[in-house]
């Protein structure tokens, strides 16, 4: 691993397809981003779910580095989705990280902070047992878990959970170990990565603007680039629902209409019916909102 990997991985699952992941929330739950009962302005609302987005997307960043580490280390990562039922294969365990050394099988159920409420840090340990369960079928006594909390500031439910630990490891008879912050590369004799870590991270940050662009048009040709493909269903919604624009949510997205113009063209050359209906819509949005005749 090196910085240049790492910033690859960082930026690929908190922005990419951002754009894109917004229109679909926008038409799937509109009802989450407009309506008189809510304090903030359009803008205010989208910046507020981007920066939740982000918060959500960097723990999957976490989860494929700390991956990426594990290989590193020389451990075989395992495939992390598992049909414990071949009968029912929508049943499926997602287990964060699954390795092995070729002598021990490895778990970690990770999450970036233990900041949990009561409901959650039961779900929580209810999950980690879901998981241990099956891999001890598999693996029996030779089998180590892990809880890790990425974030070593908020240890909100420690107590709680050595407690619930300690119970499953006298009942299973294996290995487990609560985790924060470096004592996870501790348990494996590589802090120096979880120094390199936390330097790259700072670095990273500081290249960050203070808040995310969310005007599409700040750069229209890669807007377009990125959401032209985006599902017709979700276009259709999004086109229909005149509360989205009466309330100036897709007015603060497409400020000035150019990425919509670019969409108006593409669309209108494709053959299907479904886009140049999406193509028409677009046309009565632009005349409406935009003023383009």
């Known amino acids: 691993m090196n910085y240049n990997k790492f910033c690859t991985i960082l930026n690929k699952h908190i922005f990419e ?9 926008l038409a799937e739950r509109p009802e989450r981003f407009v309506g008189l009962f809510r304090p903030t302005k359009p803008g205010a609302k989208v910046l507020q779910h981007l920066l939740q987005s982000h918060e959500i997307r960097f723990g ?8 990426e580490f594990l290989k590193d280390w020389g451990f075989k ?12 294969p929508r049943k499926k365990l997602d287990i964060d990280q699954y390795f092995t050394d070729n002598k021990m099988h490895f778990f970690i159920e990770q999450k970036v902070r233990d900041d949990h409420d009561s409901t959650k840090k039961r779900g929580q340990i209810n999950n980690f047992e879901t998981k241990l369960e099956f891999l001890y079928r598999k693996h029996g006594q030779n089998l180590i878990g892990i809880m890790y909390f990425i974030d070593p500031d908020l240890v909100k439910n420690k107590n709680y959970y050595i ?16 985790l924060y912050g470096q004592e996870l590369f501790e348990f494996f004799n590589e802090l120096s990565v979880w120094n390199d870590l936390l330097s790259w991270l700072s670095k990273w940050k500081e290249s960050l603007p203070e808040l995310p662009e969310i005007n599409f048009d700040s750069n229209p040709q890669d807007s377009f680039n990125e959401i032209k493909d985006l599902e017709i269903r979700f276009w259709r919604k ?27 063209d593409f669309f ?14 677009i046309e009565q949005k632009l005349k409406e909102y935009y003023d383009c005749n």
Do not use: C, Q
């Open 238 to 264: 999004i086109l229909e629902n005149e509360k989205l624009w009466r309330d100036g949510i897709m007015l603060t997205i497409f400020r000035n209409g150019a990425t919509l113009r670019m969409l108006f």
């Open 163 to 178: 407690e619930e630990l300690n119970k499953m490891a006298d009942t299973y008879g294996v290995s487990l170990h609560l």
């Open 60 to 67: 999957d960043a976490m989860e494929e580095l700390i991956s």
């Open 77 to 88: 990562v395992l495939p992390k989705i598992i049909i414990p039922d071949p009968s029912n």
């Open 17 to 25: 397809g951002e754009k894109k992941e917004l229109l679909r929330k």
């Open 268 to 281: 209108s050359k494709k053959p299907e019916r479904a886009y140049r209906k999406l193509a028409e819509m």
